[in-house]
């Protein structure tokens, strides 16, 4: 179910959303789509593309929808993908450039091809989408980007083994903040998301052990998770018209759970 509060309207502007097929990515896809953009939905997972296009296409009209299947650490599928986007729409207005994963594994017992793999596309991913959107977002002397990074680049998460994941995250608010400083010249606007624990398809993995879930209840000021919606509705915020002014900043969406 998706929200019905503070309802932007994006009049027919692009917006290219990565890792769109699941949790955050595919409610903030909903929460776009009701706010009249037009979307490009790109992730690895065809099958979750399809059936995400299927349920947006009872609200907006399937021409507004282009899917594309990339494999975000690939340069050459980054590229392709850009330029597919640019050949459909014209234009890419905004960037919720948020594909990443995880993988729970000691620091000690990690192999170089865990940290490859989780670097490739949470930090290397993250880099060359922008990279090549912001190309084009230049070429307009316009541009809204939002990263996902993570409340996780702030702390490490307690017990949870997510060494290089929060390493990657953490790397995220950087780049927010020099990518910002490198295009303000040319009206693009970049800015991040750091979500705490949001009911996503990885968290609800995590929390089906009851202690797991009751600590991370405890640890949080607000006593409950995320739905993916509200972390969405940021986006959207960091997105529209309403924060010409606002860039370089990462803003915490985690129910106070960094405060202790």
């Known amino acids: 179910m998706f929200s019905q509060g503070i309802r932007y309207d994006f009049k027919k502007e692009v917006v290219l959303i990565t890792g769109a097929a699941r949790g955050i990515g595919e409610a903030a896809s909903h929460e776009f789509a009701q706010s009249n953009a037009r979307l490009v939905l790109v992730d690895i997972d065809q099958n979750n593309l399809d059936s995400l296009k299927n349920e947006l296409a009872s609200t907006m009209d399937e021409k507004d929808i282009l899917l594309i299947k990339t494999d975000i650490s690939n340069p050459k599928d980054v590229m392709t993908m850009t330029q597919e986007a640019i050949g459909y729409f014209g234009r890419i207005d905004v960037l919720f450039n948020n594909a990443g994963i995880n993988k729970r594994i000691p620091l000690l017992e990690v192999t170089f091809e865990d940290w490859r793999r989780i670097m490739s596309v949470n930090l290397d991913g993250m880099f060359l989408v922008a990279q090549a959107v912001g190309r084009e977002m230049i070429k ?16 490490v998460n307690e017990n949870l083994n997510d060494g290089i994941y929060c390493t990657t995250k953490a790397a995220i608010v950087m780049l927010t903040k020099a990518l910002a400083v490198e295009w303000a010249e040319f009206n693009v606007q970049v800015n991040a998301i750091a979500p705490g624990y949001t009911k996503t398809p990885l968290v609800k993995k995590l929390i089906e052990d009851p202690k797991v879930h009751q600590e991370l209840l405890d640890r949080t000021p607000m006593h409950r998770l995320a739905e993916p919606h509200e972390i969405a509705k940021a986006v959207l915020y960091l997105a529209s018209s309403d924060t010409t002014y606002l860039t370089g900043h990462t803003l915490k969406i985690e129910g106070g759970y960094t405060i202790w």
């Open 140 to 155: 307009k002397k316009r541009g809204k980007i939002v990263n996902t990074a993570s409340m996780s680049g702030f702390i």
